[in-house]
């Protein structure tokens, strides 16, 4: 979706995708899915394999683990970003970022991560508003509908680790958003209140996450 409105609003020729895999995550379907939305929208698309340099830096960690799922999943993301960053700083160009309004206010997303970026298009969307606007841009419903997923680790899926579906997800967050109280929430869209607080507490417990370094003022 980012990848054709950044095409839509500034043209193929100033549009650059990178496609990022690792081996322990890497799927065909994926490289295919990548390669047809690349060639839909005619930009240019390069490929950097992870998988090397990812396996020397956890063998480079004294205190590496590989059951570690969420901390070496979030340094994946963090090597992601520094290739989209070399990248930028190669080619005089910005870093634009795929989060949107329902990862950014819950915290799904890695802090330095896929959280850094220099634009977030998509930032004030919802999910689900975010598959409307890809089916608005002409996103093959092939790729519309696959689970959503970071791919950090092998079978990581959106959903299953939100504890909530996307759709569910959304109408909380704007729930709480216009002021509604939790049980008021709960009760209009048929979940428990509990499963209302615990996104209410995942967005203040996230909230580091979307402000900048915090800096000590000395007086």
């Known amino acids: 979706t980012l990848t054709a409105l950044a095409v839509r609003a ?9 496609f990022l895999p690792e081996e322990e995550t890497l799927n065909r379907k994926d490289v295919e899915d990548v390669d047809e939305v690349a060639g839909r929208f005619g930009v240019d698309l390069q490929k950097v394999d992870l998988s090397k340099p990812l396996k020397e830096v956890f063998q480079s960690i004294p205190i590496f683990n590989p059951s570690a799922l969420t901390a070496n999943g979030n340094l994946k993301a963090r090597m992601r970003m520094l290739i989209l960053y070399y990248f930028a700083n190669r080619l005089n160009m910005v870093v634009a970022g795929s989060s949107n309004k329902s990862e950014l206010s819950v915290g799904y997303f890695t802090k330095y991560g896929d959280g850094a970026a220099d634009i977030a298009p998509l930032g004030d969307l919802y999910k689900t508003q975010v598959y409307q606007l890809a089916e608005h841009l002409g996103i093959p419903e092939k ?77």
């Open 10 to 18: 500034l043209g193929r020729n100033r549009v650059k995708a990178l």
């Open 143 to 219: 790729i519309r509908v696959k689970p959503p997923t970071a791919g950090l680790w092998p079978g990581q899926l959106d959903e299953a680790e939100l504890g909530v579906d996307y759709r569910t997800l959304d109408l909380i967050l704007l729930g709480l958003e216009l002021g509604m109280s939790h049980e008021t929430i709960a009760s209009q869209l048929g979940v428990s209140s509990q499963t209302v607080q615990r996104i209410g507490r995942m967005k203040i417990l996230s909230e580091h996450k979307r402000r900048g370094v915090f800096i000590l003022k000395v007086k």
